[in-house]
């Protein structure tokens, strides 16, 4: 259940139901004015397959704002009028980021700045996430970087919500909760 203003990290492994969890929850945040902001950036048939099955769980009631880097201006734009917003995920976010040649220093700073646009936001946030840090090492360098960054923003934004989920097969978790939940 979700208290206002809150922030809800969804962790998991790939698929965890960590999707699945944060939009039911979200599903029971009372108002009409649903947002959901895509980080997706479909390269290929799969990935477009996806997406499509994603949209169609979410159903006609979440607007979509697609926004593969810049989610701190979005959730600026939508943090007084959404009654919940939905980020769907953080994992692929740094992937883009990545994608364009971030450099660590710029990568922080947009972290920074999405932590500080969601501690002015008036509705329930869901942020879900992959948890990359259980398998192996990864044998080449951007593999490593992007498994370090995804490790660094989940920590991060573990940090900023008020409550962390974790999904392992299906089963949701609380590793995190709030004061009086």
């Keep these: 259940m979700a208290v206002k203003n809150s922030i809800t990290l969804v962790i998991g492994g790939c698929r965890s139901g960590k999707s699945r969890y944060a939009l039911d929850a979200a599903n029971t945040v009372p108002g009409s004015r649903k947002m959901f902001l895509a980080t997706s950036v479909p390269e290929d048939r799969e990935m477009e397959k ?24 979005a959730i600026a734009a939508h ?20 994608a364009l040649e971030m450099d660590e220093a710029a990568m922080q700073k947009c972290l920074d700045q999405t932590s500080e646009a969601l501690s002015r936001v008036c ?59």
């Design 79 to 98: 943090a007084r009028t959404a009654d919940v917003l939905l980020v769907d995920c953080l994992t692929l976010w740094t992937a883009n980021m990545l």
């Design 50 to 73: 996806r997406v499509i099955a994603h949209q169609a769980q979410r159903g006609d009631d979440w607007q979509t704002v697609e926004v593969p880097v810049n989610i701190q201006d």
């Design 123 to 181: 509705c329930p946030v869901f942020l879900v996430t992959n948890e990359v840090g259980y398998g192996i090492v990864p044998e080449n360098t951007l593999a490593r970087r992007f498994r370090d960054m995804a490790g660094l923003v989940n920590q991060h934004m573990a940090k900023a919500a008020d409550r962390v989920v974790l999904t392992v097969a299906g089963i949701a978790v609380t590793i995190k909760p709030k004061d009086g939940i």
